[in-house]
Each structure stands twice: as structure tokens, then as C-alpha cells.
């Protein structure tokens, strides 16, 4: 089981970009990288999935450098509704399953 | 037309009942979940099943039971509650049995179980 860190929690504007990093130094070769996103009082929501190189989508993008050891989530142009916990997930299988600590994302106006 | 819907949204009972939590999803998902999320916001695996069938069972006392009538229900009952019992129990599920490589999970909105 890959572990995952993140930050506890980040600060943005609206309009700005924001970049959440998740490290996860022993990804093993079969595993993909899930972002979640969860408002208050609602269950966590898939917004990307990846395994090498980039993926968009229209909510986000995601990062992932040939090392695979780390990922960066990306918002684009931030507003107040961004606000929220968001997850990284690695691993494969059963692992996919395992959520972490997550970062709390407070967008202000 | 929720994909993911659970009953009910809010719990409030006494020590020592007994009370069940109701899931159904409309996505033709082979696996559904329960986690439990704890007042420091982890979100922890509690039970998974495929088509009816329980290919997860995490480390829950066993007064937290499971049933799934079919496939589209799963279906939370837990006896003799207790203080340390108060979270926010999710559903979710997914298209694909596990073990898989890329699970991505639907959840439900959350059952706020407060328990005096």
C-alpha cells in the first residue's frame, strides 16, 4: 500500500490556480493515482484519475512526473465553491480504497 | 434520480438501541461500500460487497452487520449502539469487483448518526 502526504490544508484566491501535491515515494508499478473532492456535510466525489504523464478533464488536471513518486492535482481559476477537502488515493486494487488525511482547500473571495 | 441514496440523512438515537442504515444505487454497480467517517474527518473502510457477496470486512466490532438484499442494496444494521459509534457512515459503490486497479467510488450524501 503506497502511502500518500499532502498538505493539511492550503489558502487560494478566487480566480488563482491552485496546485495540491501529493507525495507517494513507493508507488508500485500497477497503481493509479484517484483525486477526490469533498464539501461539507456530502460524500467525497471522483475528479481525476491517472497513471503517467498528465490527464485533463473538466474539472482539473493532474501531473504526474516519470518518477511517478509524487502528483499534482491542478484547479484552474479557483472560485468560492472549490472549497473543500481533496484526497489523494494511490494503489491498486483494495487500496484504491484507503483514504488519507486529505487538504483542506479554502478558496476567499 | 440519485445515483447513490441513503437513508436516513440524520440518526439520533440512545445508548444501547438497535438501528439500521439503508443504501440503494441506480448506477447497475457491481460493489457497494460503507465507510465511516470519524469526527476528525478519516474516512475508513467498513464493509464491501459484490453482488451480494462480502469481499471486505475491515477490522468493525460485530455489532456493525451488513446485508445486501441484491445487488443495487446494502444495507447497514447496528446493534446495542454506542457513544463512540457517532460519525457520518457513507455509501458508495463501484462499477467492478475488487481487487481492481483503478476502482472509482460513488457516494452516497452521508448518514449523520448521533448517538446520546
Known amino acids: 500500500l503506497a502511502k500518500t502526504t499532502q498538505p493539511i490544508s492550503m489558502d487560494s484566491y478566487e480566480g488563482q490556480e491552485v496546485n495540491i501535491t501529493c507525495s507517494h515515494n513507493?508507488?508500485?508499478?500497477?497503481?493509479?493515482i484517484t483525486w477526490y473532492q469533498q464539501f461539507p456535510s456530502q460524500g467525497p466525489r471522483f475528479i481525476i484519475q491517472?497513471?503517467?504523464t498528465k490527464v485533463t478533464n473538466e474539472v482539473a488536471s493532474l501531473f504526474i512526473p516519470a518518477d511517478r513518486k509524487s502528483s499534482t492535482l491542478s484547479l484552474p481559476r479557483v472560485s468560492l465553491s472549490d472549497t473543500a477537502v481533496y484526497y489523494c488515493?494511490?494503489?491498486?486494487?483494495?487500496?484504491?480504497?484507503?483514504f488519507g488525511k486529505g487538504t483542506m482547500l479554502l478558496v476567499s473571495p | 434520480d440519485t445515483a447513490v441514496s441513503q437513508t436516513p440523512k440524520y440518526l439520533v438515537t440512545q445508548m444501547g438501541n438497535d438501528k439500521s442504515i439503508k443504501c440503494e444505487q441506480n448506477l447497475g454497480h457491481d460493489t457497494m461500500y460503507w465507510y465511516k467517517q470519524d469526527s476528525k474527518k478519516f474516512l475508513k473502510i467498513m464493509f464491501s460487497y459484490n453482488n451480494k457477496e462480502l469481499i471486505i470486512n475491515e477490522t468493525v466490532p460485530n455489532r456493525f452487520s451488513p446485508k445486501s438484499p441484491d445487488k443495487a442494496h446494502l444495507n447497514l444494521h447496528i446493534n446495542s449502539l454506542e457513544l463512540g459509534d457517532s460519525a457520518v457512515y457513507f455509501c458508495a459503490s463501484s462499477q467492478n469487483r475488487g481487487p481492481s486497479t483503478n476502482e472509482k467510488l460513488f457516494f452516497g450524501s452521508g448518514t449523520q448518526l448521533s448517538v446520546l
Open positions: 491517472g497513471y503517467k
Open positions: 488515493l494511490v494503489g491498486g486494487g483494495y487500496s484504491t480504497l484507503t
Open positions: 513507493n508507488i508500485a508499478t500497477n497503481d493509479y
